[in-house]
């Protein structure tokens, strides 16, 4: 049976002594959708995908609309009736289709499904994945999150807020605040899209254009730590839930195997450490149109 690993998931897999784990744990990757994969799918709200800009970097978008936005139509194909603002970094990528890859997310249950693949826009809009591979992950480390339905019509989407090469103040506080991102990776053609979880404070900024974050245990498989082995391209989104804020990162990614240089140790519970040299930087205000409501932290969070 040919491997459903890259040469980069594989040599972390190997250096985490986890390769026989892996291997068995990644029978669940499906060349297409089963049925739960699809019922699942067509009732969310919320999925995060990630591609490659023209300017050859990785960002991680949201896309969000109401139950049905997202419609298979087989094990290999769905339809996302969803568009992101035209200013959006991803935007243009999704007009014109290439890779991506899509988690979609239902934080009241704490699920989630990744679909890997290839968008084909739609003349209509919006556009079409093709699906090449489908799986779920366990629930560890997405807080409980409750979708609040406006008491009025959420206002359009708001043009970019700032944008820069830096973090600005106030936003290396909100990272250092948050207890959700999501990470967009690549590795060859393929687009990847996955979270990140855990209590306010996992995340830490050391500089402007230095953030770092633990890597708790997770299903093994290692897809985004073997991407970064293998292309440290990276894009991170965090989203401000209950605001409806934005903020998408793009950068290069290392993998803290070891204490970094200035000695700081990966938080207690973590077995190493990833951080972000960020390259660019987009705030977006009304993100999604959407607000959801914390109601527990994740019971895995060290």
């Given at each position: 049976m040919t491997s459903p690993f890259h040469a980069g998931e594989l040599e972390v897999q190997a250096r985490a002594g986890v390769a026989s784990a892996a291997g068995r744990v990644g029978k669940m990757i499906r060349r297409g959708m089963t049925a739960d994969h699809a019922a699942f799918v067509a009732a969310q709200q919320l999925a995060v995908v990630s591609a490659v800009d023209g300017a050859g970097r990785v960002w991680a978008s949201a896309l969000t609309g109401s139950p049905g936005f997202l419609r298979p139509l087989?094990?290999?194909?769905?339809a996302v009736h969803a568009a992101l603002a035209p200013d959006d970094p991803l935007a243009g990528v999704l007009k014109a289709g290439g890779s991506i890859g899509m988690v979609v997310m239902d934080l009241a249950t704490r699920s989630r499904v990744r679909l890997n693949g290839r968008a084909e826009p739609k003349p209509e809009g919006g556009f079409v994945q093709h699906v090449a591979e489908?799986?779920?992950?366990?629930?560890?480390?997405?807080?409980?999150?409750?979708?609040?339905p406006p008491a009025h019509e959420p206002p359009a989407r708001a043009a970019i807020a700032l944008s820069g090469t830096e973090l600005t103040p106030a936003q290396r506080e909100w990272i250092a605040g948050a207890d959700t991102f999501f990470i967009g990776s690549r590795a060859g053609e393929r687009a990847d899209a996955s979270h990140r979880g855990g209590n306010p404070g996992f995340v830490s900024v050391p500089t402007?254009?230095?953030?770092?974050?633990?890597?708790?245990?997770?299903?093994?498989?290692?897809?985004?730590?073997?991407?970064l082995a293998s292309d440290p391209r990276a894009g991170l989104l965090f989203l401000d839930f209950e605001r409806d804020r934005s903020l998408q990162l793009t950068g290069t990614a290392a993998i803290l195997w070891d204490?970094?240089?200035?000695?700081?140790?990966?938080?207690?519970?973590?077995?190493?450490?990833?951080?972000?040299?960020?390259?660019?930087?987009?705030?977006?205000?009304?993100?999604?149109?959407?607000?959801?409501?914390?109601?527990?932290?994740?019971p895995y969070n060290p």
């Amino acid at each position: 049976m040919t491997s459903p690993f890259h040469a980069g998931e594989l040599e972390v897999q190997a250096r985490a002594g986890v390769a026989s784990a892996a291997g068995r744990v990644g029978k669940m990757i499906r060349r297409g959708m089963t049925a739960d994969h699809a019922a699942f799918v067509a009732a969310q709200q919320l999925a995060v995908v990630s591609a490659v800009d023209g300017a050859g970097r990785v960002w991680a978008s949201a896309l969000t609309g109401s139950p049905g936005f997202l419609r298979p139509l087989d094990a290999a194909t769905v339809a996302v009736h969803a568009a992101l603002a035209p200013d959006d970094p991803l935007a243009g990528v999704l007009k014109a289709g290439g890779s991506i890859g899509m988690v979609v997310m239902d934080l009241a249950t704490r699920s989630r499904v990744r679909l890997n693949g290839r968008a084909e826009p739609k003349p209509e809009g919006g556009f079409v994945q093709h699906v090449a591979e489908a799986y779920g992950n366990c629930p560890k480390y997405i807080q409980l999150r409750e979708f609040s339905p406006p008491a009025h019509e959420p206002p359009a989407r708001a043009a970019i807020a700032l944008s820069g090469t830096e973090l600005t103040p106030a936003q290396r506080e909100w990272i250092a605040g948050a207890d959700t991102f999501f990470i967009g990776s690549r590795a060859g053609e393929r687009a990847d899209a996955s979270h990140r979880g855990g209590n306010p404070g996992f995340v830490s900024v050391p500089t402007a254009a230095l953030i770092r974050w633990p890597d708790y245990p997770g299903n093994m498989l290692f897809n985004t730590l073997g991407n970064l082995a293998s292309d440290p391209r990276a894009g991170l989104l965090f989203l401000d839930f209950e605001r409806d804020r934005s903020l998408q990162l793009t950068g290069t990614a290392a993998i803290l195997w070891d204490t970094p240089a200035d000695g700081v140790a990966p938080a207690p519970g973590a077995e190493r450490a990833v951080e972000l040299h960020v390259t660019g930087v987009v705030e977006r205000l009304h993100a999604t149109g959407r607000r959801w409501k914390l109601v527990e932290r994740s019971p895995y969070n060290p």
